[in-house]
């Protein structure tokens, strides 16, 4: 089954997201949250307002009472007809009233026979929660409710001045006040939602919908050209420029990864020729064992070991394209006889650059022999390349040095530096030695050798590092398990 490319899942998975219902979207949602949170917010400020609304009520009918009690008071022996103190107690909407003086309390206008005890509501001293609960009493209570109301007077003296009221035209009231409310609330969610859509839909909408577009339009063709980012200096500015950014930064990469393809199919092919001439000088290096000369007989060794590790690396230079080296074959290595061999690759004669060694004969690494022999040839052959490049100093020979390479032991592991005398390495390079392709302009290799030096030691469980570097000469520094 033929797998779809990444670009074109990313693609389609924006597509399902912008064809969903739009209360699915950023837009919608926010919509809604917007209503429900001023919902929320009109309802923490409908309570203290029916609170409000529920004592108001009750002074308004307080202070009819006690205007009323003015008029009664005002009367021989304060004495009023039933009928007049009907009116009085229909105009002030009570059915009672009594006034505390000195202790006495004195009834003014007759109460009723009532069918169930009222409910007594003090004013003079009434805590928040319970005037936030009287309404909702109210307008959970019997429809023959009634309240004794109790509060300071303000046109007469006396302790107190108390009402007998029903609570049913309290509960009609309270009820239309919850009802308008409730509607103004609404309204205002709908409006503060519409509005907050609207400058959403222009401040953040329409240029996700431009970098949506942008997207897909490099999904299609990435070569195709960006749209050109905002000079918006908000987070949308940011995502629209760091999008343009990126998408170079993808064209780029997708231009090197088909340099790259055309590359390595450009190595397989060198990697076959090379193995067959490989083929061809270890068949002559055969014929060469046969010979009597001395000197042939002396070079033999090295130029068998020489195309064995080149036979080596033409089968994983292919596995070297992907960015992966075989796993090392770890065993105990004696780093004496390591160091010894790699030098004789590196070139090191005792007449030119020579080897100095300050390594205990016993001493013995867990390493991969050829890894190892690799980092060390890599890393002598690049000390006596800086030796032989380094113009005559101090009195010295061009071409004459030294290669030291000494080694410590610590808990667990090995150290070993190799260092030279030669001119160090120039500060512009320094910071970047294990890049790949970053060499010294006095240098013909590729630029690789150290980078897989670090690679190959990281593999081991160590590690490769650049000590010190200056006129005096440049020291590395390799750290492997014992």
């Known amino acids: 089954m033929t797998e779809v490319p990444l670009h074109l899942r990313a693609r389609d998975a924006i597509l399902r997201r912008l064809h969903r219902p739009s ?62 103190a009907e009116q009085l107690l229909t105009i002030g909407g009570v059915q009672a009233v009594v006034v505390g003086e000195q202790g006495v309390r004195r009834l003014l206008l007759q109460a009723p026979n009532l069918p169930r005890a009222p409910d007594l509501i003090d004013l003079r001293d009434r805590g928040v929660w319970a005037r936030l609960a009287d309404p909702w009493r109210t307008l959970a209570g019997h429809p023959d409710r009634s309240v004794r109301v109790q509060a300071r007077p ?3 003296s006396g302790d107190f001045i108390e009402i007998l009221a029903p609570a049913e035209p309290l509960k009609q009231e309270l009820r239309a006040f919850l009802l308008n409310s409730l509607l103004m609330s609404l309204l205002i969610s709908a409006v503060a939602g519409g509005l907050l859509y609207a400058a959403l839909a222009y401040l953040v909408l329409r240029p996700l919908s431009r970098v949506t577009r942008s997207i897909e339009r490099f999904a299609d063709d990435p070569e195709s050209q960006p749209e050109p980012p905002s000079a918006r ?12 950014r990126m998408q170079q930064e993808v064209r780029d990469s997708l231009r090197s990864r088909a340099r790259l393809a ?63 080296e075989p796993a090392p074959q770890v065993q105990k290595v004696s780093l004496s006889r390591a160091a010894i061999a790699a030098a004789e690759d590196a070139g090191l004669e005792g007449d030119g650059v020579r080897l100095a060694r300050a390594i205990p004969a016993r001493l013995m690494v867990q390493a991969d022999p050829d890894h190892l022999h690799r980092i060390l040839v890599n890393l ?25 390479i000494s080694a410590s032991t610590e808990p667990g592991w090995v150290r070993v530096q190799i260092a030279d005398d030669g001119p160090g390495i120039p500060e512009r390079l320094s910071s970047r030695l294990f890049d790949p392709f970053v060499s010294g302009a006095a240098s013909d290799g590729t630029g690789l050798g150290l980078t897989i030096s670090r690679e190959l030691a990281v593999a081991h469980g160590g590690e490769l590092r650049l000590v010190e570097t200056g006129p005096r000469g440049t020291t590395f520094e390799l750290r492997l398990p014992l």
């Open 23 to 84: 209360f699915d979207g950023l837009s919608g949602q926010l919509l809604i949250l917007t209503a429900a949170f001023t919902l929320a917010v009109e309802a923490l400020i409908i309570a203290p307002s029916a609170a409000s609304f529920h004592e108001r009520w009750l002074l308004d009918r307080l202070q009819a009472a006690e205007l009323a009690s003015v008029g009664v008071e005002a009367l021989p022996y304060s004495m009023v007809e039933d009928e007049t």
């Open 233 to 244: 200096r908000d987070e949308i500015g940011r995502v629209e420029r760091e999008l343009v």
């Open 154 to 156: 303000r046109y007469r």
């Open 380 to 404: 002598m052959r690049n000390a006596r390349q800086a030796i032989e490049t380094d113009p005559l100093r101090n009195g010295r020979r061009r071409g004459v040095g030294t290669v030291r």
């Open 262 to 324: 055309t590359l390595g199919e450009a190595v397989a092919k060198i990697n076959h020729d090379l193995r067959n001439m490989l083929t061809s000088a270890q068949i002559a290096s055969d014929r060469l064992a046969v010979s009597a000369d001395p000197h042939v007989a002396k070079a033999l060794p090295r130029l068998e070991r020489a195309l064995g590790r080149a036979a080596a690396l033409t089968r994983n230079v292919l596995d070297y394209g992907k960015s992966e």
